[in-house]
């Protein structure tokens, strides 16, 4: 079964304006616990670093079968983009008020992917007309 994790936070406290998807490099007990399941996007955010694009406080947790040698459950993550891709987010960071989070992560034939998102903060005014905007939608679709 193929799992999708979807960071439902994000699309609430950000305007998401452009998305990338880039692969993200995980050990052995990472990937075993993705599959297991419970991972967890609360506080996780992009930063670029150079040349790397490094996912920090995305939680994995613990696999229980692994040996001595499991994961730290907080720890940075490297995502894989391309130079182009990389300088296409600097430039976008360079904007006031855009940052870098976390949409998705899933698995792409053997592989796992993020996908992030060039956002702007909503402002509290911004949240409450998109919930008025949801709940007429979904009042229309009932009648």
Do not use: C, W
Not at 73 to 79: N, T
């Amino acid at each position: 079964m193929r799992r999708v994790y979807t960071n439902r936070r994000a699309h609430h406290e950000y305007e998401l304006l452009e998305r990338f998807e880039a692969g993200i490099s995980l050990t052995g007990s990472e990937v075993k616990s993705v599959r297991a399941g419970g991972v967890d996007f609360r506080d996780a955010f992009a930063r670029i670093n150079g040349s790397d694009v490094d996912l920090e406080g995305l939680y994995i947790p613990v696999y229980k079968e692994a040996t001595y040698n499991n994961h730290e459950p907080r720890r940075k993550r490297r995502l894989l983009l391309h130079r182009e891709e990389i300088e296409k987010l600097r430039r976008g960071l360079e904007q006031k008020g855009l940052t870098l989070v976390p949409t998705r992560l899933y698995q792409k034939g053997r592989y796992f992917k993020v996908e992030l998102a060039l956002a702007r903060g909503k402002k509290l005014h911004d949240k409450r007309r998109a919930d008025a905007e949801r709940t007429v939608a979904r009042e229309l679709r009932e009648l």
